[in-house]
């Protein structure tokens, strides 16, 4: 495809997004009860960037068009390493190193770094199949929110503990069978 034919199909992309976005404020101002219903799957439910990006890419295209332009080089490739494991609430401790450096384990996107109760210092990670991953106890994190991340990449520090989590559609998984 020609350098012109990619920007064309980027610009009539661009242009349809910002058509469904206005038609949806249009609604929302419109109708209160659409506005409600609306908020509630917006600021009470957690948004689910996979099927957004499924639906996108069915109606619309590959959502993915810079990643054919952009070539990177992973320089932090690492695998999860700890000493032992426990149970701890609605998932797993860890036990790691002092400054233990936390490689992601699955791709996808970030949608919470905060502080969460029992887990200080969190940070929640959408995978690509959908779970959300939590690592808890990270410090100096290297992601910011909304980002995609890679398996193997960089998420930040642990000191000797870190605590796992994994959820789907705010149901607690058995963290064994996400585990690496």
Same mark, same amino acid.
């Given at each position: 495809?020609?350098?012109?034919?990619?920007?064309?199909?980027?610009?009539?992309?661009?242009?349809?997004?910002?058509?469904?976005?206005?038609? #949806?404020?249009? #609604?929302?101002?419109?109708?209160?009860?659409?506005?409600?219903?609306?908020?509630?799957?917006?600021?009470?439910?957690?948004?689910?960037?996979?099927?957004?990006?499924?639906?996108?890419?069915?109606?619309?295209?590959?959502?993915?068009?810079?990643?054919?332009?952009?070539?990177?080089?992973?320089?932090?490739?690492?695998?999860?390493?700890?000493?032992?494991?426990?149970?701890?609430?609605?998932?797993?401790?860890?036990?790691?190193?002092?400054?233990?450096?936390?490689?992601?384990?699955?791709?996808?996107?970030?949608?919470?770094?905060?502080?969460?109760?029992?887990?200080?210092?969190?940070?929640?990670?959408?995978?690509?199949?959908? #779970?959300?991953?939590?690592?808890?106890?990270?410090?100096?994190?290297?992601?910011?929110?909304?980002?995609?991340?890679?398996?193997?990449?960089?998420?930040?520090?642990?000191?000797?503990?870190?605590?796992?989590?994994?959820?789907?559609?705010?149901?607690?998984?058995?963290?064994?069978?996400?585990?690496?």
């Amino acid at each position: 495809m020609k350098k012109n034919n990619v920007g064309t199909i980027f610009f009539i992309k661009l242009l349809i997004s910002i058509v469904i976005t206005l038609i #949806i404020l249009i #609604i929302i101002k419109a109708s209160s009860d659409f506005k409600n219903t609306f908020y509630k799957h917006i600021y009470s439910n957690n948004i689910s960037f996979i099927k957004l990006k499924e639906v996108y890419n069915k109606y619309i295209g590959d959502f993915d068009i810079f990643d054919k332009v952009v070539k990177t080089e992973t320089v932090f490739n690492e695998e999860l390493i700890y000493d032992s494991s426990e149970v701890y609430l609605d998932g797993v401790k860890l036990s790691v190193s002092s400054n233990y450096l936390v490689p992601i384990n699955e791709s996808g996107i970030v949608v919470f770094i905060g502080e969460k109760e029992n887990y200080g210092n969190t940070v929640i990670i959408q995978r690509i199949d959908g #779970i959300d991953e939590w690592y808890g106890n990270v410090e100096n994190v290297n992601v910011k929110l909304y980002d995609y991340v890679s398996e193997g990449e960089l998420l930040g520090e642990a000191n000797d503990n870190l605590y796992l989590v994994y959820k789907k559609d705010g149901n607690v998984l058995n963290y064994e069978e996400y585990l690496k």
